[in-house]
T-cell receptor
Framework: DTAVSQTPKYLVTQMGNDKSIKCEQNLGHDTMYWYKQDSKKFLKIMFSYNNKELIINETVPNRFSPKSPDKAHLNLHINSLELGDSAVYFCASSQRGWGGAEETQYFGPGTRLLVL | AQKVTQAQTEISVVEKEDVTLDCVYETRDTTYYLFWYKQPPSGELVFLIRRNSFDEQNEISGRYSWNFQKSTSSFNFTITASQVVDSAVYFC????????????FGKGTTLSVSS
């Protein structure tokens, strides 16, 4: 009965490879997010989607492409992986509240990506 | 622009001590939300509290309490009688009251509680 789940939990890969991280939420939320946590623990938004529509697209290399097949899923595909992509990637979801503001964001367990 | 500052990078205390984690924020919005999240050594991000900018009442939940002061743009977090299990990185975050808006995180405070 996990609320926000991510797969895989760990991902070790070579430079230049293409990889995907999957995220699913069973909370019935409308909005989903991808955040990146760097080696210094700093958390920064990458993307947000509401009902499969892209809302936020921060300054992220084009090699990163989010895909939302339905409002319960938001996957992250990364092309041509680079050493600097090594980080922890967190998926989150929230419910859009009355008045349009987002309510609390709940996070998945994170995916630890290591690019060699 | 929105910004969250957690000036304390690391804090070390001994069990049963009280500890306060500071958070100062900047925003031009009149309506916004403030949050605290905990990231234990296992790595997940655990939601602790959400506060609306219109609600300056302090909140207490067990050993945890939060002090929100709009006059100083601060949202501080106090742990009373700290325990080893409180050891974690604590993040303060801010968001606008808009659809799909992201959390703006502070850099986090690492709390180490020793026995």
């Amino acid at each position: 009965d996990t609320a926000v789940s991510q797969t895989p939990k760990y991902l070790v890969t070579q430079m230049g490879n293409d990889k995907s991280i999957k995220c699913e939420q069973n909370l019935g939320h409308d909005t989903m997010y991808w955040y990146k946590q760097d080696s210094k623990k700093f958390l920064k938004i990458m993307f947000s989607y509401n009902n499969k529509e892209l809302i936020i697209n921060e300054t992220v290399p084009n090699r990163f492409s989010p895909k939302s097949p339905d409002k319960a899923h938001l996957n992250l595909h990364i092309n041509s992986l680079e050493l600097g992509d090594s980080a922890v990637y967190f998926c989150a979801s929230s419910q859009r509240g009355w008045g349009g503001a987002e309510e609390t964001q709940y996070f998945g367990p994170g995916t630890r990506l290591l690019v060699l | 622009a929105q910004k969250v500052t957690q000036a304390q990078t690391e804090i070390s205390v001994v069990e049963k001590e009280d500890v306060t984690l500071d958070c100062v924020y900047e925003t031009r919005d009149t309506t916004y939300y403030l949050f605290w999240y905990k990231q234990p050594p296992s790595g997940e991000l655990v939601f602790l509290i959400r506060r609306n900018s219109f609600d300056e009442q302090n909140e207490i939940s067990g050993r945890y309490s939060w002090n929100f002061q709009k006059s100083t743009s601060s949202f501080n977090f106090t742990i009373t009688a700290s325990q080893v299990v409180d050891s974690a990185v604590y993040f303060c975050a801010l968001s606008e009251a808009q659809a799909g808006t992201a959390l703006i995180f502070g850099k986090g405070t690492t709390l180490s509680v020793s026995s």
